[in-house]
């Protein structure tokens, strides 16, 4: 049945088989790596790997950690829906891949930092390290529970699986390998969850060329319903997807994703050399083309078997995060297994996405919170609060599931989330490491106002959804359907066709600028330029942007070890600070520091 028209199968045998299969050797790869390194019980080791990884199994986790089961389910519905604009987001993975690579690898690889967020107390103070660490655990806490929860239930609606069973079931597996191997578990299991992913979308492209008589059919259908009109250059800011929102918001929403978010930082730093953790990056940027290349097919293919037959205006899903769902046990549930291994690259994408998002909280917590305020801790006992930690945050995990039920789409709210919060840390970020007269009063005014504001429209929009005049979905026809459900439409307050119409893309940028400017008017205003001791090896210099540490490849030879304050601006702001002994690879001059 593939016509749009009524229910469809739900799981065979088979298909409960594959899936419990597939999950299962996830799980037991996470197991291995955890029995093979259970000698190896230092912190180190369960939260970076003991900086022994390589760039392309680091690679694969990368791309995995955000090509969730969200990307999975949300990015082919969007194809079906709006086209094939969301491609341009190829454009934004290169510039950011460059961008972290270049700028922020360096420098955080050179100061050896386990948490990306100690570097905030090194260049500013305390207190925004505080911040910068309880912004990410909320942020991590809320997407977590929408990556955990929005698969589960769209496949709960269309294949009959239990919902909080599988919810449990997921937690469970992640707690259990992160809670025993650390790192190195997360990694490898995110390898094989990765290749579970793309061969879900192969099989559903494969099958539906089939059906429809080859990729080319496939390809006019989606050129005739207008879904290959994907380059929109109108600089309207409302619009929610054109060139400029997705080229210049995208990139800066995916470099704060990248270059200063846990999950991703702690992976590229556990390499075991600055060049591995360069070229993870560049790997990881051509697994995200091939995996949103794969997902925009699965959505034009789905379009072209549905083009006369709209399941989501017929009403035979209730959202269109169901509808890729949908299309997989309408054609392929002839085919016992295969459905299952769909709904296995579904899950794999969560567990991939909840394993990195437990180890990277674990992290942070220990290095910004427990440490510094119990520096008396052993080695062992660091060892036993990081597994009790990876227990705590899974079930937390799957607590804030039920918050993500009222989040509207799973990809833009999503996509939000990173915006709201990582912008205006982006904009920290970037004021610490450029600006030599940024002080810690600019640093935490810039952060809170650019907060305040993201998440006055982040919110504002989530109340009031953008109507169809700024987000343009496509027609979609129900010509061939028996029974139509008309839905109803609010007209949105007036407020919504303004600010809170804002593309989602440019919460990030938003949030940015405004903590990068209000933070230079306040340190200029609170002395900031006048001041003398900051530290040269907190700033990106020359050094870091022509790579001319590379040639040194072995960690024993190339590190220098120095104490140096946490806080750059010696005796100024932070008279209490403590030394922390910190790996220096190369300690620029003061003449190497690029000064604005």
Same mark, same amino acid.
């Given at each position: 049945?593939?016509?749009?028209?009524?229910?469809?199968?739900?799981?065979?045998?088979?298909?409960? +088989?594959?899936?419990?299969?597939?999950?299962?050797?996830?799980?037991?790869?996470?197991?291995?790596?955890?029995?093979?390194?259970?000698?190896?019980?230092?912190?180190?080791?369960?939260?970076?790997?003991?900086?022994?990884?390589?760039?392309?199994? %680091?690679?694969?986790?990368?791309?995995?950690?955000?090509?969730?089961?969200?990307?999975?389910?949300?990015?082919?519905?969007?194809?079906?829906?709006?086209?094939?604009?969301?491609?341009? @987001?190829? @454009?934004?993975? $290169?510039?950011?891949?460059?961008?972290?690579?270049?700028?922020?690898?360096?420098?955080?690889?050179?100061?050896?930092?386990?948490?990306?967020?100690? *570097? !905030?107390?090194? &260049?500013?103070?305390?207190?925004?390290?505080?911040?910068?660490?309880?912004?990410?655990?909320?942020?991590?806490?809320?997407?977590?529970?929408?990556?955990?929860?929005?698969?589960?239930?769209?496949?709960?609606?269309?294949?009959?699986?239990?919902?909080?069973?599988?919810? +449990?079931?997921?937690?469970?597996?992640?707690?259990?390998?992160?809670?025993?191997?650390?790192?190195?578990?997360?990694?490898?299991?995110? %390898?094989?969850?990765? #290749?579970?992913?793309?061969?879900?979308?192969?099989? =559903?492209?494969?099958? /539906?060329?089939?059906?429809?008589?080859?990729? /080319?059919?496939?390809?006019?259908?989606?050129?005739? /319903?207008?879904?290959?009109?994907?380059?929109?250059?109108?600089?309207?800011?409302?619009?929610?997807?054109?060139?400029?929102?997705?080229?210049?918001?995208?990139?800066?929403?995916?470099?704060?994703?990248?270059?200063?978010?846990?999950?991703?930082?702690?992976?590229?730093?556990?390499? &075991?050399?600055?060049?591995?953790?360069?070229?993870?990056? *560049?790997?990881?940027?051509?697994?995200?083309?091939?995996?949103?290349? !794969?997902?925009?097919?699965? /959505?034009?293919?789905?379009?072209?078997?549905?083009?006369?037959?709209?399941?989501?205006?017929?009403?035979?899903?209730?959202?269109?995060?169901?509808?890729?769902?949908?299309?997989?046990?309408?054609?392929?549930?002839?085919?016992?297994?295969?459905?299952?291994?769909?709904?296995?690259?579904?899950?794999?994408?969560?567990?991939?996405?909840?394993?990195? $998002?437990?180890?990277?909280? =674990?992290? #942070?917590? #220990?290095?910004? @919170?427990?440490?510094?305020?119990?520096?008396?801790?052993?080695?062992?006992?660091?060892?036993?609060?990081?597994?009790?930690?990876? %227990?705590?945050?899974?079930?937390?995990?799957?607590?804030?599931?039920?918050?993500?039920?009222?989040?509207?789409?799973?990809?833009?709210?999503?996509?939000?989330? @990173?915006?709201?919060?990582?912008?205006?840390?982006?904009?920290?970020?970037?004021?610490?490491?450029?600006? &030599?007269?940024?002080?810690?009063?600019?640093?935490?005014?810039?952060?809170?106002?650019?907060?305040?504001?993201?998440?006055?429209?982040?919110?504002?929009?989530?109340?009031?959804?953008?109507?169809?005049?700024?987000?343009?979905?496509?027609?979609?026809?129900?010509?061939?359907?028996?029974?139509?459900?008309?839905?109803?439409?609010?007209?949105?307050?007036?407020?919504?066709?303004?600010?809170?119409?804002?593309?989602?893309?440019?919460?990030?940028?938003?949030?940015?600028?405004?903590?990068?400017?209000?933070?230079? +008017?306040?340190?200029?205003?609170?002395?900031?330029?006048?001041?003398?001791?900051? &530290?040269?090896?907190?700033?990106?210099?020359?050094?870091?942007?022509?790579?001319?540490?590379?040639?040194?490849?072995?960690?024993?030879?190339?590190?220098?070890?120095?104490?140096?304050?946490?806080?750059?601006? +010696?005796?100024?702001?932070?008279?209490?600070?403590?030394?922390?002994?910190?790996?220096?690879?190369?300690?620029?001059?003061?003449?190497?520091?690029?000064?604005?």
């Amino acid at each position: 049945m593939v016509d749009g028209r009524g229910p469809v199968a739900l799981f065979s045998v088979w298909d409960y +088989v594959v899936f419990v299969l597939i999950i299962l050797g996830a799980a037991g790869i996470g197991l291995f790596q955890a029995l093979r390194g259970r000698k190896e019980t230092s912190s180190a080791e369960f939260l970076l790997g003991g900086r022994q990884m390589t760039a392309v199994p %680091v690679a694969m986790s990368l791309t995995a950690s955000f090509m969730s089961g969200i990307t999975v389910i949300g990015t082919p519905a969007e194809a079906y829906r709006f086209g094939t604009a969301f491609w341009l @987001f190829c @454009f934004s993975y $290169s510039i950011m891949s460059t961008v972290t690579a270049e700028v922020f690898v360096p420098l955080f690889y050179r100061l050896g930092i386990t948490s990306t967020y100690e *570097y !905030l107390e090194m &260049r500013f103070n305390k207190l925004i390290r505080v911040i910068g660490t309880s912004m990410f655990i909320v942020q991590t806490a809320l997407y977590t529970g929408m990556v955990i929860y929005a698969p589960a239930l769209a496949l709960n609606q269309i294949t009959g699986l239990d919902l909080w069973g599988v919810l +449990v079931a997921t937690g469970t597996v992640c707690i259990i390998y992160c809670t025993l191997g650390g790192l190195k578990a997360v990694i490898w299991t995110d %390898v094989f969850q990765m #290749v579970i992913m793309l061969t879900g979308f192969v099989a =559903v492209i494969a099958r /539906g060329a089939v059906l429809r008589g080859g990729l /080319g059919r496939i390809w006019e259908d989606a050129r005739q /319903g207008g879904r290959l009109e994907a380059f929109d250059f109108d600089p309207d800011p409302l619009k929610r997807h054109t060139f400029w929102t997705i080229v210049v918001g995208g990139s800066l929403m995916w470099a704060s994703i990248y270059s200063i978010n846990q999950s991703q930082v702690q992976r590229y730093i556990s390499c &075991r050399t600055l060049t591995h953790a360069k070229m993870s990056l *560049y790997v990881n940027m051509v697994g995200l083309w091939v995996t949103v290349s !794969l997902a925009m097919l699965s /959505g034009l293919t789905m379009y072209s078997v549905y083009k006369d037959c709209d399941p989501l205006s017929n009403g035979d899903v209730d959202t269109s995060d169901q509808l890729l769902p949908y299309l997989v046990m309408d054609i392929l549930a002839a085919f016992p297994g295969i459905p299952g291994l769909f709904v296995a690259a579904a899950y794999s994408g969560t567990l991939s996405t909840v394993s990195s $998002s437990i180890n990277a909280l =674990v992290a #942070v917590t #220990v290095e910004d @919170f427990l440490k510094p305020a119990l520096p008396s801790l052993t080695e062992r006992q660091v060892s036993w609060i990081n597994m009790g930690l990876s %227990v705590f945050f899974g079930g937390l995990c799957i607590g804030m599931a039920g918050v993500a039920s009222l989040m509207g789409s799973v990809l833009q709210a999503a996509l939000s989330i @990173f915006g709201m919060i990582s912008g205006p840390l982006l904009g920290i970020y970037i004021l610490g490491m450029f600006f &030599r007269c940024a002080n810690s009063k600019g640093g935490l005014a810039g952060l809170i106002t650019g907060l305040i504001l993201t998440l006055w429209v982040g919110i504002g929009a989530q109340i009031y959804p953008p109507g169809p005049d700024k987000t343009l979905p496509l027609p979609l026809s129900t010509l061939g359907c028996t029974d139509i459900i008309n839905a109803t439409t609010v007209s949105p307050p007036a407020l919504a066709d303004s600010w809170y119409s804002l593309s989602y893309l440019y919460f990030c940028p938003v949030g940015t600028l405004t903590a990068m400017i209000v933070g230079i +008017v306040v340190s200029a205003a609170t002395g900031g330029c006048k001041q003398r001791k900051v &530290r040269p090896e907190l700033f990106v210099g020359k050094s870091d942007l022509i790579c001319s540490g590379c040639k040194r490849e072995s960690s024993e030879t190339s590190e220098l070890t120095e104490k140096i304050p946490y806080n750059a601006e +010696v005796g100024i702001d932070n008279p209490d600070f403590s030394d922390k002994t910190i790996k220096i690879q190369e300690i620029q001059d003061m003449d190497s520091v690029t000064r604005f």
